[in-house]
């Protein structure tokens, strides 16, 4: 079973309008961190919001906010107030802390187009 | 200060050529890891290190694939006898020292890799 999903490949938004981009997760671990990045044209991957599995409160970083519903395993996106520069793909990722290797595992992503 | 860096920034090679990719990650950070996405897709773990061993080689596809980290610092990741499945961006990632489960990421800006 795929351990990250987002389900959708690509996604209009009226700029200054909020969009949610979703994420599915599946795992056992009691204990893991949920990551999203944001990936330009450009192709650098770039950090933009993290939630922990014991985060009692949703994360928030400026515009991006995390809706954590924790017993649907989804972690979705939420930004507001869209801006041309949101323009980009962007990645959901998981963090097991039983994973020996540490590394994340990625969402296939979700393509954001935000129009004038 | 200085992010994650990658070189080179593109490779075209011929197959059955051998390459080597080179991530300098952020100084102090303990942790690096390296990714492939091929296009369209999401990011694929390679391998992780954690100082100068790896603990985690599941990532890499084949024997062709081979990565030595030495100093705790620069990494290369060496791919002997391309194929043209090969072809990809290559990210490196580094992170400081674990704490709990947040320990973002960071990404370099990949290297290209092209097999002809």
């Known amino acids: 079973a795929q351990k990250i999903t987002q389900t959708q490949p690509g996604m209009f938004v009226q700029e200054k309008e909020a969009v949610t981009l979703d994420c599915t997760y599946d795992t056992s671990d009691p204990s893991y961190g949920l990551f999203w990045y944001k990936q330009p044209s450009s192709g650098e991957m770039i950090f933009l919001i993290y939630q922990g599995s014991y985060d009692q409160q949703n994360a928030t970083e400026g515009r991006y906010s995390l809706n954590f519903q924790k017993a649907r395993k989804s972690a979705n996106l939420v930004i507001s107030a869209s801006q041309l520069g949101d323009s980009a793909m962007y990645f959901c990722a998981m963090r097991e802390v039983n994973n020996a290797g540490n590394m994340l595992t990625f969402g296939g992503g979700t393509r954001l187009m935000v129009k004038p | 200060g200085a992010g994650v860096s990658q070189s080179p920034s593109n490779k075209v090679t011929e197959k059955g050529k051998d390459v080597e990719l080179r991530c300098d990650p952020i100084?102090?950070?303990?942790?690096l890891y390296w990714y492939r996405q091929s296009l369209g897709q999401g990011l694929e773990f390679l391998i992780y290190?954690?100082?100068?061993?790896?603990?985690?080689k599941s990532g890499l596809p084949s024997d062709r694939f081979s990565a030595e980290r030495t100093g705790g610092s620069v990494s290369t990741l060496t791919i002997q006898r391309t194929q043209q499945e090969d072809s990809a961006v290559y990210l490196c990632?580094?992170?400081?020292?674990?704490?709990?489960?947040?320990?973002?990421?960071?990404f370099g800006p990949g290297t290209r890799l092209t097999v002809t």
């Open positions: 990632a580094s992170s400081p020292v674990r704490q709990g489960n947040r320990d973002e990421q960071y």
């Open positions: 290190f954690q100082g100068n061993s790896a603990p985690d």
């Open positions: 100084s102090g950070h303990t942790a």
